[in-house]
C-alpha cells in the first residue's frame, strides 16, 4: 500500500465546486469505479483557503498509487477525461506523463 498526495493552488473556485457537485452526486459511481478501476483504496479532494489563495489538496492512497496520474492520462474512459479536464479548469495545470523512452 502507497499513498500520494498534491497541493496546488485553485485558479477558479467555481470549477473547483462543479467539480466537487459532480463527483459527490451525479457522477458518484463513476468516481468509486474509477479509482477502483486505478487502484485506490481512498482518496479525497478538498479546497483550502490559505493565505496564499485557494488550495486544491488531492491525497490518494492504494495499490502502486504513484502511477495513478500515468494511468489516468493513459485512459481513454470517459469519466477519467472528465476528471483530467476538471483538474485543468481548476489549477491550470495538466498533470504531465512520464514515460520512459523505448530502449
Not at 22 to 51: I, Y
Amino acid at each position: 500500500m502507497s499513498s500520494i498526495g498534491f497541493v496546488g493552488p485553485v485558479k477558479d473556485v467555481e470549477a473547483f465546486k462543479a467539480f466537487a457537485k459532480e463527483v459527490n452526486g451525479g457522477r458518484k459511481a463513476e468516481h468509486a469505479e474509477a479509482c477502483r478501476r486505478h487502484g485506490l483504496t481512498k482518496q479525497r479532494v478538498f479546497l483550502a483557503q490559505t493565505p496564499m489563495g485557494p488550495m486544491v489538496n488531492v491525497y490518494s492512497e492504494g495499490l502502486n498509487v504513484s502511477f495513478f496520474m500515468a494511468r489516468l492520462r493513459a485512459s481513454t474512459n470517459a469519466f477519467d477525461k472528465f476528471y483530467l479536464e476538471s483538474l485543468n479548469k481548476m489549477t491550470g495545470v495538466v498533470p504531465v506523463l512520464l514515460v520512459a523512452p523505448n530502449a
